[in-house]
C-alpha cells in the first residue's frame, strides 16, 4: 500500500462559496485516495512518514475545462479582432502548423509542463484535427501527469486553407484515433465538433452516432458571440436556437461541455439544466474578443453546471488562478450591465468554479472527499508582504489575485507526485 501524508494549512471548497479550513491539519492518502483531512494525525498513522510543509497552504489543484492546445503558441496576438475574423487570421492558420509532428511534440511537451507547474491536474482540451498531432499531445499531458480529455478536432466545412477535413477524412481519421488512443490512462477520449459553422450535417450525425454507440462525451461552443449565432441560425434553421443543433444530432446530454454560453437566454439554460450539459466559463476570452459578459451568478441560480476555462489563446492566462481572478473582474462587470442587480462572484465562489464544480465533471466529490483521487499542491506564500497577519481566506485571496514565483512548491496528480 502507498500512502501520502501532507501536513500544512488544508483548504479546500466542499460547496459553492464555502472554503473548509484545517490549520496544521493532515490530508492523508492511500493508494492515491483521499482518505481525509485531519486536524489531528490519526492513531493509526503514528509513525508513519509525514510530509510537513509548516504553514503552507495546501491546497486542491484545478481543472481547465476548455482551451486550445494548438493556439498555445499565439498567446497574446489578435486581441483586436472579433471572434470569426479572429479564427480566420490567427488561430486556423496557427492550428495548421501542427500537421508537423516535430512542431506539435516540441509545443505540447511545453504546455503540458506549464499547466503541471502552475497547479493544473485536469483538462478538458482541443486539439487540432490533426490525428497524429492530438496523439502527440495525449502523450505529452499523460506524461507531465495531466488528467482528462483530449478531443481530435472535427472540421469539414469553414475552415479555410490548409485547415479542413472532407466529410470521409474526418469520420476516418476519427475512427482510426480511436482506435489508437486506447492505452492511455490518464488522457481520455471527447469527441470535438470544433463548431456547428464547422461541420457539416453529415459529419455532425456521424458524431452523435458515435457518441451513442461507444459512450463517449462531446465538447464544442454555444452562443459565444451574436456573429457566430447568426451564422448558425442561417445554417440550420430549422432550429429555434443554436443548443437544439447540438440536441438533434445527440450531444445534448450530461456529458456534453459547452464553452462560453455568453449568449444563452432563459430557454437555452433550462435545455442546459435539464440536460445536465456543462456550461463553461471563459471570461478573458469573452473580453479579449469582445463576445460578451456571460450571466454566470443567472446559470448557477437557474440549476446550470459551471466550471472555468481558460480558452487559450482567446483567453490570454493559462494559469487557472488568473482564470478564477478574471471570472470576478467579469462578473463585476455584469452586475454593472445589469444595473446592479446581480450579485459579483466572490472569491471563494470562483475558486469553487476553479476547483472542485471542475472536478466534478470527472465523477469527483466537492473539495477534500475521501474517495477523491488526490489532486493537491502546496503553495507558499511567505515571499509577500504581509499588512497585518492573514486569515486562510486572505492568503487564498492573495494567491488567487498574486501571481508568485515559485510559489508552488509540491503537486500530486492522480495520486502521484510530480513535483
Not at 439544466?273 to 469582445?290: P, R
Amino acid at each position: 500500500m502507498s500512502l501520502t501524508i501532507i501536513k500544512g494549512t488544508i483548504l479546500s471548497a466542499p460547496a459553492f462559496g464555502k472554503l473548509e479550513v484545517t490549520e496544521n491539519g493532515f490530508l492523508i492518502a492511500e493508494n492515491g485516495k483521499i482518505t481525509g483531512v485531519f486536524p489531528v494525525l490519526p492513531e493509526a498513522y503514528a509513525g508513519a512518514p509525514v510530509e510537513d510543509f509548516g504553514d503552507a497552504l495546501v491546497l486542491q489543484t484545478m481543472a481547465d475545462l476548455h482551451l486550445h492546445a494548438p493556439q498555445y503558441p499565439m498567446l497574446g496576438t489578435g486581441m483586436d479582432r472579433p471572434l470569426l475574423e479572429w479564427l480566420d487570421t490567427y488561430a486556423f492558420p496557427t492550428e495548421a502548423r501542427f500537421s508537423d509532428p516535430g512542431y506539435a511534440r516540441e509545443i505540447y511537451s511545453r504546455l503540458a509542463g506549464e499547466l503541471i507547474a502552475g497547479g493544473t491536474t485536469r483538462v478538458c482540451m482541443f486539439s487540432s484535427l490533426h490525428r497524429e498531432g492530438t496523439l502527440i499531445l495525449m502523450e505529452e499531458l499523460e506524461k507531465a501527469g495531466v488528467t482528462g480529455y483530449v478531443g481530435k478536432v472535427n472540421m469539414d466545412r469553414n475552415g479555410g486553407k490548409n485547415l479542413q477535413e472532407t466529410t470521409e477524412e474526418s469520420i476516418s481519421e476519427t475512427l482510426r484515433w480511436l482506435e489508437e488512443c486506447q492505452d492511455f490512462r490518464q488522457i481520455r477520449p471527447i469527441l470535438t465538433p470544433r463548431f456547428i459553422p464547422s461541420c457539416t450535417n453529415g459529419l455532425m450525425e456521424f458524431l452523435g452516432r458515435l457518441a451513442k454507440e461507444r459512450e463517449l462525451p462531446a465538447q464544442s461552443h454555444l452562443s459565444e458571440n451574436t456573429g457566430e449565432i447568426q451564422l448558425v441560425a442561417s445554417l440550420h434553421p430549422d432550429c429555434r436556437q443554436y443548443w437544439e443543433c447540438y440536441a438533434k444530432y445527440g450531444l445534448w446530454n450530461d456529458r456534453t461541455i459547452m464553452a462560453h454560453c455568453v449568449w444563452s437566454d432563459e430557454r437555452e439554460r433550462q435545455a442546459m439544466a435539464e440536460a445536465g450539459v456543462t456550461a463553461v466559463h471563459c471570461a478573458d476570452s469573452n473580453q479579449n474578443i469582445c463576445s460578451g459578459v456571460a450571466p454566470v451568478r443567472v446559470m448557477m441560480q437557474e440549476g446550470v453546471k459551471v466550471a472555468l476555462g481558460s480558452d487559450i489563446a482567446g483567453g490570454d492566462r493559462l494559469n487557472m488562478f488568473d482564470v478564477a481572478a478574471a471570472s470576478i473582474r467579469a462578473s463585476k462587470a455584469r452586475r454593472i450591465l445589469d444595473n446592479l442587480q446581480t450579485d459579483f462572484l466572490t472569491v471563494l465562489e470562483a475558486w469553487y468554479l476553479a476547483t472542485s464544480s471542475g472536478a466534478a465533471y470527472f465523477g469527483e466529490k466537492p473539495g477534500f472527499a475521501p474517495g477523491n483521487s488526490l489532486h493537491a499542491m502546496v503553495l507558499a506564500d511567505d515571499s509577500l508582504p504581509q499588512p497585518h497577519p492573514l486569515t486562510p481566506q486572505e492568503r487564498l485571496e492573495r494567491a488567487i489575485y498574486l501571481r508568485q514565483p515559485s510559489a508552488i512548491r509540491a503537486l500530486w496528480s492522480d495520486g502521484v507526485r510530480r513535483f
